[in-house]
């Protein structure tokens, strides 16, 4: 029961990690905050959960590659529990049996790949060193407020005019390159650099990490380098696996908050915000208490902060409209085991060191386009593209000694499946991963303790992600920057007055980043609470 | 020729990269694997295996070896008790540090003493009409270090000893397997651990028992230079790197006392009389010009540096070990004498050597850093040490 008589600065809807980084941030400014996280646990889709009694999951998601170097620091996150352990190297298994490794050490990668092309080996560290400056390029970008290039505010117009110095410093190459990145496919930008089909196939496979989009949609360059981003900070290392699963970033982000004199409240659903002359006055909970505070945060997806948590009316018809049309369009699916024993990869049999690295499902480039064939026609991909760790490898606290478990990122699983998802269809889809997976390791079926199958349909139920979009809305590029989720709405603020929104459905978007949960608290903090 | 320690067969095997390098005349890795990332991991988020065979260990028995002990270190020997272990420095008659290690009671009579430089000499020079055996058993000991926040439920498995009750500094003669061995629970990384003390003949079935038992709890070999950046989180000092032997000093200013590393808490000045005890007296009577203390490298200040040369931060993930300038106001006023980032604390830290005024925690000072082949000043603070102290240290 929450006292009725504190009056609170700010309430934030969602203990997602965003939610949670917002209100590590205006506590720390002297706020009093309240977090209120409809689940019994916070940590959104960044949750560690003991599906199965000894074997914990990072259930969703389940490396960190871009959470901002300055809220570890600016919230001491390693003060309160976070422990980045390096998860080192990607080994994709061939269909003809033989596999293509990334390694930790540069050498031995390089020495890999010479086994496939010494062309590619060559021309593999020219393409990291591209990267690296197109990433450089980008990375201010994500820790700064979209500037509004229609609009005339001197701030904007300073912002643009910023960021276009910026570019300009590029010289003309890399403005190229960057150009390309923003219009080209994956596929198409990376023929430019490569011959190696299992090359090209694993790279471009990150370019369309949680969107609707094949190896050869345009566009989905882009989404190469917002991977590489995790990189830059590699000398920071926020890179890897966290001891204890994701759900130890959300629960060091949550102690933090504390320390700093937030409340956090689990098992209390917001049914709506209160809105009282366009100004947002507190929350009402679906038990129908009602909380005030002077400002209300949401760190849930567009969908649900602007048409569930507002009244319509409270709205511009034509921003419902922009919110309508944002895209969801759930693509991921996950499947979660629990493994008595390890698998055995036919092309690196044994436990070697591939084992404590990600195995990446996708052979060739082909492969991964006709897995993105299924999802256009409403199937799931009958041998899909995966992601495959076994976190216990890395940190053996997530498995009872000597027993395993394995996470398995799956694409595609398209939200809107042909006659919709049943529980027949998880477990046709938990089997399509399966006998996939035992294409490379055929005895994964007699390793299987017990498995869990998270289909969009499921991802929704549980973390409220719309569609069961990872991202909390695509990360296509009409849906990023100053168009994150909508023109004009793009700076944490809202049509509402005092009603922020501070989800990954904003700029910079999805990830386990924490930008747009800090981005939103400064707009809170600037408009002086 | 160096030689080799009695684990050599089985850790030779491991080195992917063929990285040894020397210790007290042995040859041990730096790192089995080609990066040292995951042996640094292993010791703070599960266990890690070293070998610390090299170390000088001599065992000191007899009517006197406690008199003696006493005479040499500036910790009182004379209170502690059977199972104890002492951490301690020793001095010069002008109060200034030989050495430092630890005295393992081992029973009233017996104690087990570890040194990083060769001592028997000063033992023996300090011994005169005691009744007191000085044997120098290096070669025959072995000794693993077990550390991690898994070495407990490891070692529990493989023997009757009751780990739980062994408490932080204690020691147990114990059996492993069969194999009879000492544990402490010491160790240089600042955590929980264990370090398992064994003949020689025995050290190979200890190690391959250990690496059996520990692997379903991520057991990890591990080198030094994952210790080197363990240990330097855990604020512990090394000799001829942070600080120089009074033996080995070719200069007066190349000596440090041990209130001026921080040693002063272990200076037992009510003792009847140790080697150094009244220049000690006058040292803490006068207070001491120096400290030695933590500093943590600003990123901001890291980041700004690098971004004038158009770079990210450039971070040592290997510990340095070379003396470095530390400013005060533009003024050096002290020398930091290793440091690395900590890959757990996501900081740079190190430890430095600076005048007693400026020594405060919290104070603002700047340490020297290139950048581009060219020196600059980030700022840095100076910080409570051990930087990372984790509860299980001692629970
Ligand atoms: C299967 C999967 C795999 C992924 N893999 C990775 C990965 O490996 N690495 C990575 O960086 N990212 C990954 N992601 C993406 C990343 O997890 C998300 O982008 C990020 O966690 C979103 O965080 P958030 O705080 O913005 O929102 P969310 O995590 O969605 O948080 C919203 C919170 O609001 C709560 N909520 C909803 N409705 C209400 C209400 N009415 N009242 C109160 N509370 C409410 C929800 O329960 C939730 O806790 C993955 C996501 C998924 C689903």
Known sequence: MLKKATRYDAIVIGGGHNGLVNAAYLARAGKRVLVLERRPRVGGAAVTEEVFPGFKFSMFSYVVSLLRPEIIRDLDLPGHGLHILPLESTVTPMLNGDYLAAWADHDATRRELVRHSPRDAEAYDEYGRLMHHMARAVKPIISMVPPDPTSLSPRDLLGLLRLGKHFRGLGAEQFHALFKLMTMSSADFLDEWFETDVLKATKSASGIIGTFLGPRSPGTAYVLLHHYMGEIDGVFRAWGFAKGGTGSVSEAIASAARNFGAEIHTDAPVARVLVKGGRATGVALENGEEIRARVVVSGLDPRRTFLQLVEPNELPGEFVDDIKRFKFRGSSGKVNLALGALPNFTCMPGNGPHLRGAVSISPNLEYVERAYDDAKYGEFSRQPYMDVVIPSLIDPGMAPPGKHVMSIFVQYAPYNLNGGWTDAKREAFGDAVIDTIAQFAPNIRSCILHRQVLTPADIERITGLSEGNIFQGELALHQLFFLRPAPSWAKYRTPVRGFYQCGSGTHPGGGIMGASGRLAALAVLEDGV | ?395
């Not at chain 2, 390098?21 to 040292?36: D, I, P, Q, T």
């Not at chain 2, 430890?351 to 600059?376: D, F, I, N, Q, Y």
């Open chain 2, 1 to 395: 020729m160096l030689k080799h320690t009695p684990f050599y067969p089985r850790t030779a095997p491991l080195m992917e990269g063929q990285a040894w390098r020397r210790w007290a005349g042995y040859v041990v890795a730096s790192s089995y694997e080609l990066l040292h990332d995951r042996e640094y991991h292993a010791i703070r988020s599960s266990a890690a295996l070293l070998d610390v065979s090299p170390l000088y260990k001599y065992l000191i028995t007899g009517p006197d070896a406690e008199r003696l002990l006493d005479r040499v270190v500036i910790r009182n020997v004379g209170k502690s008790k059977v199972g104890q272990v002492l951490y301690t420095a020793w001095c010069d008659a002008a109060g200034k540090v030989i050495d430092d290690g630890t005295i393992s009671r081992l029973g009233e009579q017996t104690f087990r003493m570890t040194a990083a430089d060769p001592n028997i000499r000063w033992l023996h020079l300090n011994a005169t009409g005691l009744n007191v055996t000085i044997e120098d058993v290096s070669e025959s000991t072995a000794a693993l270090a077990l550390q991690g926040p898994n070495a407990r439920v490891i070692l529990q498995q493989l023997t009757d000893a009751d780990l739980t009750a062994l408490k932080y500094f204690r020691l147990t003669p114990a059996t492993i397997r069969g194999i009879p061995v000492t544990i402490s629970r010491t160790g240089y990384t600042g955590d929980l651990g264990y370090e398992i003390w064994v003949d020689a003949p025995n050290a190979l079935p200890l190690w391959d028992v250990l690496i059996e038992a520990g692997t379903p709890y991520g057991i990890t070999p591990c080198g030094i230079l994952a210790l080197d950046v363990a240990r330097l989180e855990a604020g512990l000092m090394l000799l001829e790197v942070d600080y120089i032997s009074a033996h080995r000093a070719l200069i007066e200013s190349q000596k440090s006392s041990p209130f001026e590393l921080n040693l002063g808490w272990a200076v037992s000045l009510d003792k009847a009389w140790f080697v150094g005890k009244a220049a000690l007296e006058e040292e803490a009577r006068r207070g001491a010009a120096w400290q030695f203390v933590g500093l943590e490298v600003e990123w901001d200040s890291l980041e700004r540096l690098y971004a004038a040369v158009g770079l990210p931060p450039r971070l040592p993930t290997v510990a340095w070990r070379t003396s470095v300038p530390v400013y005060s106001g533009g003024e050096q006023v002290g020398y930091a004498t290793s440091g690395c980032w900590s890959p757990l604390l996501k900081k740079y830290i190190a430890l430095a050597h600076v005048r007693s005024e400026v020594a405060r925690p919290g104070t603002p000072l700047a340490m020297e850093v290139t950048v581009e082949h060219r020196r600059k000043q980030a700022a840095a603070r100076v910080a409570k040490t051990p930087f990372f102290n984790p509860e299980r240290k001692r629970a």
